[in-house]
C-alpha cells in the first residue's frame, strides 16, 4: 500500500511540475512578445482558412496584419478590417476566438485560464499543447517556441475540424504608436465602412 501511495505522489509531482513549465514556458514567450513599446514579425499562414502571408505588429493586446488581401487593426477593443478587393472596411468587436484566428499572437491572452498544458522539446525548440477544458473555445493549440530566444516560431490550432498554421520569423521590438492599431478614414478615402458592431 506505501508503495502505491509513494508512486501515485510522484507521478502527481511529475505531472504538476511538467504542467509548471509548460507554463513557465508560454509566460516568457509571453514577456518575449509583450515588449511594452511592441514588437513586429513576418509570418506565413496555412490551413483551413487558407494560405497567405504578410506582416504583422504587436504591442500587448493591440495588432496590426497587412496581407496581399486585407490589412486589419486592433487597438484591443475595435477591430477594422479593410478588404481592398471590395475597397470596403467592416468595423467589429470581435471574441478572443475571432481574434486567435487572425492574430497568432492571441495565444498569451488564451493560455491563462481555460486551458491544460503539457510540453516536449525538440531540436531548439520547446512544444506546447493546449488542450480547450471547455466548448466554445479554440479546440487545441500547439505553440512552438525557440528555446534561447523564447520567441514564438509557430502557432497551430484547431477549429471544428480544421488546422491552421502560423508559421512566425523575423521577430523585432520596435517602438509603435497606438496610431500603428487604428484605422484611419483619410488613408483611405474611397473605402467603404461597413460598423458591425
Known sequence: MKKIVLFLTLALVATLSYGQTAKSVLDKTAAAVSNKNGVEANFTMSGGMGNTSGTIAVKGRKFHATTPMATVWFDGKTMWTYMKKNDE???????ETQLQKINPYNFINLYKQGYDMTMTKSAGSYIVHLTAQK???????????DRKSYHPTQVKMLQGKKWTVFDISNLKARTLSDATFTFSSKDFPSAEVIDLR
Not at 472596411?89 to 471574441?95: D, I, Y
Not at 466548448?135 to 517556441?145: D, K
Open 89 to 95: 472596411v467592416n468595423v467589429s468587436t470581435p471574441n
Open 135 to 145: 466548448t466554445g473555445r479554440i479546440q487545441e493549440l500547439f505553440i512552438t517556441v
